[in-house]
């Protein structure tokens, strides 16, 4: 069963614009991360965050976690066109296997 | 370069054949893990490797799937007697160590279609 829901599910914008995807989860998480997946291609890690953390940054990605209603953000900021892609977000309970959500498939239109 | 690899890229079989998945995680990763991704959906959890026991089989759909890991590198997963529904792209995953708070890296997948 999936963990994470992603919303949106589909999202398009233009080159510049910022992009925020949400994801929300059902039980308590170690840590929550989150993969881009190209088409045809496995998935690329972008971001960890631990539980308690409340956000973090790596480059143009900005993570927010709040543990108190179950729920993450990926901002990205100053949108690509290299960007496309779909992102998932995947929770970390007390084993060691990562449950992914449903995505969010992000358009960046030149 | 020194990445996940997974053979074949794509298999193309007939309902009813056995099929093998192999996956070449990273050098020194002693976590493994195996995901089914139907079309346009997450990621479905299969099983997961600590060197070569596994502890987590819980994800694998039916006794048709089975899969072995030797020397705590290779994997390959086997899916006997084929059914339709078994038509998704298998993903094989890698970590350092099967601690919670490693990032996984992927291959590019295996896509099997059943005929």
């Known amino acids: 069963s999936q963990q994470g829901e992603e919303d949106p599910q589909a999202l398009s914008i233009q080159e510049g614009e910022n992009a925020t995807m949400n994801c929300s989860y059902k039980t308590s998480i170690n840590n929550l991360q989150w993969y881009r997946q190209n088409s045809g291609r496995g998935l690329v890690h972008l971001i960890l965050i631990r539980s308690n953390e409340r956000e973090k940054h790596s480059g143009r990605l900005r993570v927010t976690l709040d543990t108190s209603k179950k729920s993450s953000s990926l901002l990205i900021t100053a949108s690509r066109a290299a960007d496309t892609a779909s992102y998932f977000c995947a929770t970390a309970q007390n084993t060691d296997k990562l449950i992914f959500g449903t995505g969010t498939r992000l358009q960046v239109f030149p | 370069g020194a990445g996940v690899s997974q053979s074949p890229s794509n298999k193309v079989t007939e309902k009813g054949k056995d099929v093998e998945l192999r996956c070449d995680p990273i050098?020194?990763?002693?976590?493994l893990y195996w995901y089914r991704q139907s079309l346009g959906q997450g990621l479905e959890f299969l099983i997961y490797f600590q060197g070569n026991s596994a502890p987590d089989k819980s994800g694998l759909p039916s006794d048709r799937f089975s899969a072995e890991r030797t020397g705590g590198s290779v994997s390959t997963l086997t899916i006997q007697r084929t059914q339709q529904e078994d038509s998704a792209v298998y993903l094989c995953?890698?970590?350092?160590?099967?601690?919670?708070?490693?990032?996984?890296?992927f291959g590019d997948g295996t896509r099997l279609s059943i005929l």
């Open positions: 995953a890698s970590s350092l160590e099967g601690t919670l708070n490693q990032p996984q890296h």
């Open positions: 050098s020194g990763h002693t976590a």
